[in-house]
């Protein structure tokens, strides 16, 4: 299979290399308008695939870790004919467009997220894409997480009970460039949004309403934008039940990403492992051991199996975890949050 990568930051660098390293994937075509910047992002993921080896390797890839080669492309119009997939990770004014390229040229596409951050727009986007009937996936990895997806299990399971309160944590380890703060979308549609798509989808209880509030602490420059780099949003679920979301853009222990749920029957945890970035002050207890760097660093296992459900999706074989219209809920509590945090009021979702 040939695989597209359109937008070659850090998260199409990341995309690029986990599927170079998929079974079943032949190419990777790096696309872009600057040849330069191109390059320079193929030597980047060319050194981190094999820096000890020539990475345009012929043949298929090979189940053993040898990654598939790399090859340098232009403009994504000429090249969508001839690939058997392409992942969008330009900046998110530019993804309906290009989303909607694919489906008409019957390429599959996991697009990053968010798709589009109006909630009218991803509706009618979603619609449409649904007449076209080309495969799109939106990169809301934590549903490919493996702690995640057991967590959803147990709680589908009934092994908590009835969910009384959950609890979310994000906290990244290094604040946000500020270079990309005026295109970040905000705390809520950029960070939180994640546990905005994890929660509803692990408890299977719907949002009802938000409140939220931000602060700027560390970094003076979000006010600039209306941002924060500090926030925590209180969502109502279903029957009662209270989930708490708290997010930061600079974490000195460490990257920290967690979601913990409480029921009348037992709790369970994703993300509490000996990397977690969490000191605890009891006598004895063991510090964290090398906590993780960077998002990316933290959830690898959720990228790499991304990545092999993408492939699979575009073969015809596997089941599409983060349709177009998955992050609807996301993105409503997202608006609801940001609205609640400029007014100060609960907001109710419809």
Do not use: C
């Not at 695989?3 to 872009?32: D, F, K």
């Not at 000195?252 to 037992?266: I, K, M, N, S, Y």
């Not at 970035?277 to 959830?299: H, K, L, N, Q």
């Not at 609807?328 to 940001?338: R, S």
């Amino acid at each position: 299979m040939r695989i597209g990568i359109l937008g070659l930051g850090p998260a199409g660098q990341m995309h690029a290399r986990n599927l170079a390293r998929t079974e079943g994937v032949s190419e990777i075509v790096l696309l872009g308008r600057d040849a330069g910047r191109v390059g320079i992002a193929r030597d980047r993921i060319a050194a981190a695939l094999a820096p000890d080896a020539p990475v345009a390797l012929s043949g298929a890839h090979a189940p053993d870790g040898v990654p598939a080669p790399l090859t340098v492309g232009g403009d994504v119009t000429a090249e969508l004919a001839g690939l058997d997939g392409i992942v969008i990770a330009t900046s998110t004014a530019t993804h309906p467009a290009l989303t909607l390229q694919a489906a008409h040229a019957g390429v599959p596409a996991l697009v990053e997220k968010p798709l589009t951050l109006e909630i009218a727009e991803l509706t009618a986007l979603a619609d449409e894409l649904d007449r076209i009937g080309s495969p799109v996936m939106v990169a809301f990895h934590r549903r490919y997480d493996p702690g995640h997806r057991a967590l959803r299990e147990r709680i589908a399971a009934g092994d908590a009970g009835a969910v009384r309160a959950v609890r979310g944590t994000g906290h990244d380890h290094h604040p946000l460039p500020l270079d990309y703060l005026p295109h970040s979308g905000g705390i809520w549609h950029d960070m939180m949004v994640h546990e905005f798509d994890t929660i509803p989808w692990v408890t299977g209880l719907r949002p009802v309403a938000v409140w939220a509030q931000g602060a700027v602490l560390d970094q003076p420059a979000h006010a600039e934008f209306g941002d924060f780099d500090s926030a925590l949003a209180v969502i109502e679920l279903e029957g009662g039940a209270l989930a708490t979301v708290s997010g930061t853009r600079g974490n000195g222990a460490g990257q920290d990403v967690r979601l913990e749920v409480f029921g009348t029957l037992d709790s369970y945890a994703a993300g509490f492992e000996a990397r977690t970035p969490v000191t605890s002050t009891e006598p004895g207890a063991p510090g964290p051991a090398a906590p993780y760097d960077s998002y990316i660093d933290r959830f690898e296992p959720a990228f790499r199996a991304e990545a092999r459900a993408f492939v699979d999706l575009a073969r015809g074989e596997g089941e599409n975890a983060t349709p177009p219209r998955a992050g609807l809920t996301a993105i409503q509590l997202a608006d609801a949050a940001a609205e609640s945090a400029r007014t100060g009021r609960r907001v109710a979702l419809d």
